[in-house]
């Protein structure tokens, strides 16, 4: 991407990061204590489940990010599982739920087309960034290691069916339905010619409960974020057979949301908040061992610090012989636009959702999209904090996946046709 800002802007935009400097000098409370800018609340609360890609929510709480732009109230609280997150989503915090959330990129659009909430009705969450790309990887049971599985998968539809012919559930895990973890391993699985819905039973499992599942051989697989993969190679359970940036180079992963009527409520703490994850985001991109310490603390995930750091630094063991020094495909927070919520790429899960029948094949993604994705404000937020590098348009462009599928976001009906194995179509 190029950056599109014009010299004014960019004049305008370094300015606007002079005053903020300055304020936050007179003001170490918080940068917009005391100002016309001041967020019309001091905090608010979020949910997060015990993954990495949750990190910038919590290093903002555990660095004084939201408290630097006025929000020292702000509450990071841990979730049991998605339904959870959903269901304190839906109550919000005057119910005795959540704001906001770390979240399944596809669940803000399930909640606000009313797919996934009580009685269907539509509960309006937007999206205000992105909290990472690629991190996520699909794990095998040992009792498959000698098939070679990796993103290509050739023997195991045939030992999935063996299983099954002898009486056995063959159960593959995933950790919310229509969510990112479901997409990846439905992706996986149709491209080895596996259909995740008359081959196999895809069920839903909280990532914190996946390696506990696969030690009493509840799963064949399952899909899920880290550290859970790598504990499960540590345990000597099970092995790594890909890691989702092999499915698709840095593609996009968790976001963070926040009720939409919050936001139209309080305008200036969105803007705030939007702020506070960018700058714990660059933050977590420079430092990521003392990352990794925090996040793995017993008020957070409670693990130890060597089932998350390794990944962190791109460093694989898949617990199958193959082991990575460096990998291209590392969970990425700031750099290469990993923080900025291209409207293509909820297309794309969108799109996906249709595929798999969560989303009916009528859809207006077009519209939703509008409704939910808030790229606006995530540009708002960056250019208040000095950030000239932007992304040139709301659109990556052509995607590419490992089994030689493309996404074009101008035409997301010939990719749908395109594949085999799926519910509906466009």
């Known amino acids: 991407m190029t950056n599109t800002m ?3 802007t960019i004049l305008k935009a370094s300015a606007t990061a002079a005053i903020l400097t300055a304020a936050r000098a007179a003001l170490p409370s918080g940068a917009y204590a005391g100002t016309s800018d001041s967020p019309e609340v001091k905090g608010a609360n979020f949910g997060f489940i015990a993954l990495t890609d949750s990190a910038p929510l919590i290093i903002a709480k555990e660095k004084g990010f939201f408290a ?5 109230d702000v509450q990071v609280l841990k979730q049991a599982s998605w339904g959870t997150t959903r269901d304190n989503l839906e109550l919000g915090s005057a119910g005795g739920g959540i704001d906001g959330a770390h979240i399944l990129t596809p669940m803000p659009y399930l909640m606000t087309s009313g797919r996934i909430t009580k009685n269907n009705t539509k509960v309006p969450v937007s999206i205000l960034a992105r909290l990472n790309t690629n991190g996520q990887s699909i794990s095998v049971s040992n009792a498959f290691k000698s098939l070679g599985v990796t993103t290509t998968a050739k023997g195991l539809g045939e030992a999935f069916a063996k299983a099954k012919a002898s009486g056995k559930e063959v159960k593959v895990a995933m950790t919310f339905p229509g ?4 997409m990846w391993l439905r992706y996986w699985l149709a491209a080895n010619g596996i259909d995740p819905d008359k081959d196999v039973s895809t069920i839903t499992v909280p990532p914190p409960q996946m390696v506990a599942n696969m030690k009493v051989d509840t799963m064949e697989a399952f899909c899920v974020g880290e550290p859970w993969n790598a504990q499960l190679i540590h345990q ?17 992963e968790k976001s963070l949301a926040m009720r939409s009527d919050w936001i139209e409520k309080n305008p200036k703490a969105a803007l705030a908040v939007t702020m506070a994850v960018q700058e714990a985001q660059q933050w977590c991109e420079a430092n990521i061992e003392e990352m990794c310490k925090i996040v793995s603390g017993r008020e957070w995930f409670k693990v130890p610090v060597e089932d998350i750091i390794a990944r962190s630094k791109g460093v694989y063991d898949y617990g199958d012989g193959r082991k990575v020094e460096a990998s291209p495909h590392v969970m990425k927070f700031w750099k290469d636009f990993a923080s900025y919520p291209f409207q293509s790429h909820d297309l794309w899960f969108l799109t996906e959702n249709q595929r798999w029948g969560y989303q009916p094949a009528d859809l207006d993604t077009k519209a939703l999209i509008k409704q939910v994705n808030r790229e606006d404000l995530w540009r708002e937020a960056a250019k208040a904090l000095g950030v000239t590098q932007m992304p040139a348009s709301t659109s990556r ?3 590419s996946f490992f089994d030689g599928k493309t996404f074009d976001p101008a035409n997301p009906a010939a990719y749908l046709k395109s594949l085999a ?6």
Do not use: N, Q
């Open 6 to 8: 014009t010299r004014r």
């Open 68 to 72: 630097k732009y006025g929000l020292p």
């Open 179 to 182: 969510g990112t973890h479901d």
């Open 236 to 252: 000597g359970i099970g092995f790594t057979a890909l890691t989702t940036g092999e499915l698709w180079k840095d593609h996009p």
């Open 397 to 399: 462009g052509v995607e």
């Open 421 to 426: 194995i799926k519910r509906t179509m466009a």
